[in-house]
């Protein structure tokens, strides 16, 4: 009987055992746990700071001023798009806002206003992946005329047709906007936004910024050819064959297909290809032709 008392620090014992186990597991499990959310921050952290960093290429080179204009990238979660009325300058990648692709966000800074014509863009649009929207001086200057660019010039068909279209006016942020240009956007991947600027997309970040730098040079040599005159405008037949090049430009020899029109033609290739040097190495040096004497000696022999 005296030795009862001695159960009670074994019971302690365990029992400080047990909330060391469950306080290790809780920790562990709060450790995997932050783990995890960290690896989806930082996933998405390259492709926010791209973003960063094509906002203040897109500034420097000199189709948009202070924070006036917008860009966002495709990603699992929808998209990726700048907060409004914040400098690109200081802006950080925390501050990039996650949209949804049934319109809503997460995180405490609101998006672009604009946020509607990039979600429009995402949904009507699968090919796209990133969307540039500018206020670029030229362009914005056409738009103010509500004018739809002609072909003056082939580059034209950057925009995946024939003109440079102009939506109707509608005020800024609203949805009607958004209609308007996803109508002037019908199978085109730029277009000017009536009195208010333009925008493009395209399957990379810096392909969307070179689209809008390009679209903002048409409109400056259009405008430039206008005060000269009237700009004479390349035909429809023309432009469909333009079309067709533009398809294959950048393609090399074995990527094309047999029937795709050639963006370059090509002049002859002076060396032989590689493939044909391999497959003449495996076969070995041709032998000569054995004279007809020695092939009549060996004849006569048998």
């Not at 399957?203 to 679209?215: G, H, R, W, Y």
Request: charged share 25%; glycine share 8%.
């Amino acid at each position: 009987m005296a030795r009862r008392p001695a159960k009670a620090p074994a019971k302690k014992a365990n029992a400080k055992k047990a909330a060391a186990k469950k306080a290790a597991s809780r920790k562990g499990a709060a450790a995997k746990g932050a783990a995890r959310r960290a690896s989806g921050r930082l996933a998405d952290r390259a492709l926010r700071q791209e973003i960063i960093e094509t906002c203040l290429a897109m500034n420097a080179a000199g189709i948009n001023q202070g924070s006036s204009g917008n860009i966002s990238a495709r990603n699992a979660s929808g998209f990726l798009i700048t907060p409004s009325g914040v400098d690109y300058e200081k802006m950080t990648p925390q501050q990039i806002v996650q949209v949804d692709l049934e319109g809503g966000y997460f995180g405490e800074w609101l998006p672009s206003s604009e946020w509607r014509m990039h979600l429009d863009v995402y949904l009507g649009k699968p090919e796209a992946q990133a969307v540039v929207h500018t206020h670029a001086t030229y362009a914005t200057a056409l738009s103010c005329l509500r004018r739809e660019i002609p072909a003056f010039h082939y580059m034209i068909g950057v925009t995946g047709g024939a003109t440079l279209r102009c939506s109707e006016y509608a005020t800024f942020g609203t949805q009607a906007l958004s209609n308007t240009m996803m109508t002037a956007l019908e199978d085109r991947t730029a277009c000017l936004l009536a009195n208010h600027g333009m925008i493009c997309f395209a399957d990379t970040l810096p392909k969307s910024l070179k689209l809008a730098v390009e679209i903002e040079t048409l409109c400056r040599q259009y405008f430039i050819a206008c005060q000269a005159g009237q700009p004479v405008v390349l035909g429809d037949a023309e432009m469909t064959g333009v079309l067709a090049r533009f398809k294959t430009y950048g393609l090399q020899s074995d990527e094309l297909g047999e029937n795709d029109a050639l963006a370059v033609e090509a002049p002859v290739r002076r060396d032989a290809p590689r493939r044909a040097q391999k497959s003449d190495q495996k076969s070995g040096p041709k032998r000569a032709p054995k004279s007809g004497k020695k092939a009549g000696a060996r004849k006569r022999r048998g």
